[in-house]
């Protein structure tokens, strides 16, 4: 599969706000259920924000929880992660993944079969 797309990614310092996207080469998600994870040196991939195809169900890690907030553009095609109050700890490199009916267990990452590259979130304190 071709990697899915993202950007966004940079250096802030705490407190601050960063918005990050991922695209399918600008074709619709459709029936994909899509995430953000992330992964750190010093912590395994962990699954921040997911959501869901037809109804938009969302969910998030406790973590992020009332900070950050995944979208889905109006046309299907964009899938963004809006990240405010950043914190020290949030760095890491986020990654967005894909599986197309993924409707339950959607934070194991082995089931998801199409990955970004990763792009990474530096947050300074």
């Known amino acids: 599969q071709v990697p899915l797309v993202e950007s966004g990614g940079g250096v802030v310092q705490a407190g601050d706000s960063l918005r990050l996207s991922c695209q399918d080469h600008?074709?619709?998600?459709?029936?994909?259920?899509v995430a953000w994870f992330r992964q750190s040196p010093r912590n395994e991939r962990e699954l921040v924000a997911v959501?869901?195809?037809?109804?938009?169900?969302?969910s998030y890690a406790e973590t992020v929880k009332g900070r950050f907030t995944i979208s889905k553009n109006p046309a299907g095609n964009t899938v963004s992660l809006q990240m405010n109050s950043l914190k020290s700890e949030d760095t890491a490199v986020y990654y967005c993944a894909a599986r197309m009916n993924l409707y339950t267990q959607w934070s194991r990452s082995e089931l998801y079969d199409v990955w970004g590259q990763g792009t990474q979130v530096t947050v300074s304190s």
């Open positions: 600008g074709r619709p998600f459709g029936s994909y259920t």
């Open positions: 959501i869901l195809p037809n109804s938009g169900l969302t």
